[in-house]
């Protein structure tokens, strides 16, 4: 079993964060954009997560609104993370816990 904090990245490694909370509810999203890509949204406080990398390796996809996305990396083309939501929160990609 893995410990906290979780350790995740992309394929290609260049983005790479810690999620210090629980791995939770995990939730499937049938939207296009999650269901071509195989994100698998794990919800966290915002302050749960760490970049282990620079956060400007990170190239954003807006589809509905200006203050959030999905982040993902330019290089290898993984989604890691989905910003905007009002609550304190952010969506992990829970699929590229490493």
Same mark, same amino acid.
């Given at each position: 079993?893995?410990?906290?904090?979780?350790?995740?990245?992309?394929?290609?490694?260049?983005?790479?964060?810690?999620?210090?909370?629980?791995?939770?509810?995990?939730?499937?999203?049938?939207?296009?954009?999650?269901?071509?890509?195989?994100?698998?949204?794990?919800?966290?406080?915002?302050?749960?997560?760490?970049?282990?990398?620079?956060?400007?390796?990170?190239?954003?996809? #807006?589809?509905?609104?200006?203050?959030?996305?999905? #982040?993902?990396?330019?290089?290898?083309?993984?989604?890691?993370?989905?910003?905007?939501?009002?609550?304190?929160?952010?969506?992990?990609?829970?699929?590229?816990?490493?």
């Amino acid at each position: 079993m893995r410990k906290r904090p979780y350790l995740l990245s992309c394929h290609c490694k260049r983005v790479r964060f810690e999620v210090d909370a629980e791995l939770g509810e995990l939730l499937d999203c049938n939207c296009s954009t999650c269901a071509r890509h195989g994100f698998l949204h794990w919800k966290v406080d915002i302050g749960a997560v760490r970049m282990l990398t620079r956060r400007r390796g990170l190239t954003v996809y #807006h589809l509905r609104d200006l203050h959030g996305g999905h #982040h993902f990396c330019p290089n290898c083309g993984v989604g890691v993370v989905r910003t905007g939501y009002l609550d304190g929160r952010m969506s992990v990609n829970s699929a590229v816990l490493a």
